[in-house]
């Protein structure tokens, strides 16, 4: 069975910094996208960041540019978000999915690509307040 496990989430004063964590188990696919969603209570579920495991190419959203860094250790099918400078808007719970081909990862910015995600993991909470 293909498992993806988030860890890392927290409570973190305004301006902290939290490591996201996503391991992939059961994975026996050649290339990939991965990537993190967030929710915010009455909001809707947005695409944060994504990577490509074949290039490596990778999306931002424009909120979280030059504050938040995706990274991925494709021998141990793990993916991370070290997130900086953390803002009382960054609050959400945080899910990272993946995406098999075809995939597009500047689709994470688009509102409805969440919907073709084909493996979710359990979210994790992060909770910007002072």
């Known amino acids: 069975d293909v498992q993806l496990q988030a860890s890392g989430g927290g409570l973190v004063q305004p301006g902290g910094s939290l490591r996201l964590s996503c391991a992939a188990s059961?994975?026996?696919?050649?290339?990939?996208?991965i990537g993190w969603y967030r929710q915010a209570p009455g909001k809707e579920r947005e695409g944060v960041s994504s990577i490509s495991k074949s290039d490596g190419t990778t999306y931002y959203r424009e909120s979280v540019k030059g504050r938040f860094t995706i990274s991925s250790d494709n021998a141990e099918n793990t993916v991370y978000l070290q997130m900086n400078g953390l803002k009382p808007e960054d609050t959400a719970v945080y899910y990272c999915?993946?995406?098999?081909?075809?995939?597009?990862?500047?689709?994470?910015?688009?509102?409805?690509?969440?919907?073709?995600?084909?493996?979710w993991g359990k979210g994790t909470l992060v909770t910007v307040s002072s």
């Open positions: 059961g994975f026996t696919f050649d290339d990939y996208a």
């Open positions: 999915a993946v995406r098999l081909p075809p995939f597009n990862v500047y689709g994470w910015g688009s509102p409805k690509y969440h919907y073709r995600m084909n493996y």
